[in-house]
């Protein structure tokens, strides 16, 4: 079973930077997908950024040039650094891992930026 624990969020200002973390535990072979979506009040939950297992990366647009998606295939983690972050990055974001075709969510943290 594969299980996820989730560390970081919290309130920042406008232009400054936040990084969150996953650990994920209950697998001994290397995940296929791990990344951040996240959700803001009202709106439906969005890809933020994947990392494949060779390496790959994949953005959403809004958030290019700003957020960094990084992850240790050693101890299973997977770290979102975000900079530049506006107010409209305000949401519950979430650790997300694909594995053997299933996918798994993490309880999410609260990132909210204040202008």
């Known amino acids: 079973q594969v299980q996820m624990v989730e560390s970081g969020g919290g309130l920042v200002q406008a232009g400054g930077s936040l990084r969150l973390s996953c650990a994920v535990s209950?697998?001994?072979?290397?995940?296929?997908?791990m990344g951040w979506y996240r959700q803001a009040p009202g709106n439906q939950r969005e890809l933020v950024a994947t990392a494949m297992s060779g390496g790959e990366t994949n953005y959403a647009d809004s958030v290019k040039g700003r957020f960094t998606i990084s992850r240790d295939n050693a101890r299973n983690t997977v770290r979102l650094q975000m900079t530049s972050l506006k107010p409209d990055d305000t949401a519950v974001y979430y650790c997300?891992?694909?594995?053997?075709?299933?996918?798994?969510w993490g309880q999410g943290l609260q990132v909210t930026v204040s202008s």
């Open positions: 997300y891992v694909k594995h053997n075709g299933l996918k798994y």
């Open positions: 209950g697998t001994a072979v290397r995940i296929n997908v």
